[in-house]
């Protein structure tokens, strides 16, 4: 008898356990739905995996998208600047219908119309990265660092630190929203300093017929360099044309010349590390790539299933010099693993 007992007791258990069990698996799929129910699209700005910020951003999607067990659908038009492509991808999307479009935009104004077919499509959207205009803001959220104010601080680095009387400016892709947050950023913030900043010192840099960001950026900052004997810090808007200022003022080196001109730029490739080891950079705005990729596709995918938008997250970002570049979070942050 006792047997019996003891026996049912085990019965019962296993049933009771395998009811819990069914319960918190019907739970978990109506809460955060199925992982093969979701479909994701990123549409990025560049597949130039030379370019450490992006070849670290789509690492961190990579790995987001392996943790939620969706597949990893990485799309980006030939070149940063590229509205046609862009927008080709975009009409991709309407015809496969995503339920989800991650999207760097190459241009704040004209892929508008473009975003408004994906959401009246039904399509949830958010922007990594670059985003639009205001337009749509309040319909779609935002992934990335706070540009405009990044670069506002950065300005009191050039007035306060490096005693700044005469900048110059070069932004990646006039069209970019990114950009143009930057270069007004650090703009206003130098005019509050006091610090003057020439209409014809503010320069974007462009690709296409045989020139690389990186060479355009060069010459520019060299002819203005050059038609401006006073100026003495250059405010570079990316890891690419950063990289091309760098260059002009070594060229400008090897200059009879005593001019010391500073660099104040954005990320952290290696040959930024580099020249702010050699002294030919002073301060690196350094984003966590990996962190925004990441984030964005997290995000994304728990809001879609909340029904809501993620508004905009802000990314931290870190400001690297020849002082605190050893600093071991720093390094981490320089050379993820």
Known sequence: MQKVNKRNFIIAMTCIFLVIISAVMTLSVAIFGGTDKIDIMIISKSNDMKIDFWRSLKGGMQDACDEYGYEFNYKAPANEGDIKGQRLLIEEALISKPDIVLLAAVDYKAINDDVKKLLDAGIYVLTFDS??????????????????????????????????????????????????????????????????????????????????????????????????????????????????????????????????????????????????????????????????????????????????????LYIDVAIIDKTNMYDRENQEILFPI
């Open 131 to 312: 985003g639009i205009s205001l337009e749509h803001d309040n319909l779609i959220g935002f992934v990335g660092i706070n540009n405009y104010q990044t670069a506002n601080d950065l300005s009191k680095f050039a007035s306060e630190k490096l005693h700044s009387k005469n900048a110059i400016i070069i932004g990646h892709e006039q069209g970019s929203k990114t950009a143009r947050e930057r270069v007004d950023g650090f703009n206003d913030g130098l005019k509050l300093s006091g610090v003057n900043v020439n209409s014809n010192n503010i320069k974007y840099s462009e690709s296409g017929e045989g020139k690389t960001y990186i060479e355009d950026a060069r010459a520019k900052t060299l002819a203005m360099l050059k038609a401006d004997k006073d100026v003495d810090v250059i405010f570079a808007t990316n890891e690419m044309v950063a990289i091309g200022s760098q260059m002009a003022v070594k060229d400008l080196m090897n200059e009879p010349s005593d001019r010391n001109v500073s660099v104040i730029g954005f990320d952290g490739s290696k040959r930024q590390v580099i020249d702010l080891e050699s002294g030919v950079c002073d301060y690196l705005a350094v984003q966590r790539a990996f962190k925004i990729g990441y984030s964005a596709v997290s995000n994304a995918v728990d809001n879609y299933l909340k029904g809501k938008t993620v508004g905009n």
